[in-house]
């Protein structure tokens, strides 16, 4: 059974990728990504000397700064920051420049559905723009789950709010892109077959919540192939941290 979608697209497929980075010039790092009319710009400042309250000063210190596209941030926003923070300390290298604070900016240009993804997206990208050393790269996806039980992919602000539920899924990048030497393990297990960061949002069975995982890392293949390829049209200047 296919589902009905308004833009014709099938149940698994992604809207149109673009990416852009070094688009900023005051900034250490920048990017903007495009899924559809969803569109996010990331600035990367640092890293500068100092960590802030609360921090281990032992490791390098990330923020995270969401700028809506109007109005003040909320709730959702705050909480969209905190998943973010957590999700890029989990890819930088943390100890190879301790005692400093990295800020990363995110601009809401335009939200049509899938924005925290895209955001996490964008954000990985103005990090490899910067220099930052990061483990690997992440990449992420928005998978719905409709009232009929079909499970859809990259949904739009419209299909997101008819949903009964959605996961947020981030998942390592492969890592031939980012370490060429050999695919590098976690206690056995190839980092490749990990989550790093996983967000629901209404009522799923477990079932489909596993069904998610399963079409969010199939599609997370499709990403990393965009990812590697915006990578050789656009070499990093590895120079630009530290």
Same mark, same amino acid.
Not at 24 to 30: E, F, N
Not at 175 to 189: I, M, N, R, T
């Given at each position: 059974? !296919?589902?009905?979608? !308004?833009?014709?697209? +099938? ?32 600035? =990367?400042?640092?890293?500068? *000397?100092?960590?802030?309250? #609360? ?7 990330? !923020? ?11 709730? @959702? ?25 990295? +800020? ?10 899938? @924005?925290?993804?895209? *955001? ?13 050393? &990061?483990?690997?790269?992440? =990449?992420?996806?928005?998978?719905? =789950? ?27 990048? +492969?890592?031939?892109?980012? @370490? ?23 009522? &799923? ?25 915006? @990578?050789?049209?656009?070499?990093? #200047? ?5």
């Amino acid at each position: 059974m !296919e589902v009905d979608r !308004e833009d014709g697209r +099938s149940q698994n497929q992604l809207r149109p990728l673009a990416c852009s980075r070094s688009i900023l010039h005051r900034a250490h790092g920048s990017a903007s990504w495009s899924q559809g009319d969803t569109k996010v710009l990331a600035a =990367v400042y640092g890293p500068r *000397a100092g960590t802030k309250k #609360n921090e281990n000063p032992e490791k390098a210190c990330i !923020e995270v700064i969401w700028k809506p596209k109007t109005g003040q941030i909320g709730k @959702l926003e705050k909480e969209y920051e905190m998943i973010l923070k957590r999700t890029l300390q989990s890819i930088c290298i943390l100890t190879v420049n301790p005692n400093t604070t990295t +800020s990363v900016m995110i601009q809401v240009v335009n939200d049509d559905g899938a @924005l925290l993804p895209s *955001a996490i997206n964008a954000a990985c990208m103005a990090l490899v723009d910067a220099g930052i050393p &990061m483990r690997h790269l992440a =990449v992420a996806i928005c998978c719905c =789950v409709a009232r009929s039980g079909l499970v859809i992919l990259d949904p739009t602000k419209l299909e997101e709010q008819k949903m009964k539920a959605f996961a947020y899924l981030v998942f390592p990048n +492969s890592v031939h892109s980012v @370490l060429p030497k050999g695919p590098p393990s976690v206690q056995g297990e190839p980092i490749e077959n990990g989550i790093i960061t996983s967000f629901t949002h209404g009522t &799923m069975s477990v079932d489909d919540y596993f069904y998610c995982l399963e079409r969010g890392r199939a599609a997370s293949t499709k990403l990393s192939d965009f990812l590697r390829r915006n @990578l050789q049209q656009q070499p990093t #200047n590895s120079s630009k941290a530290g």
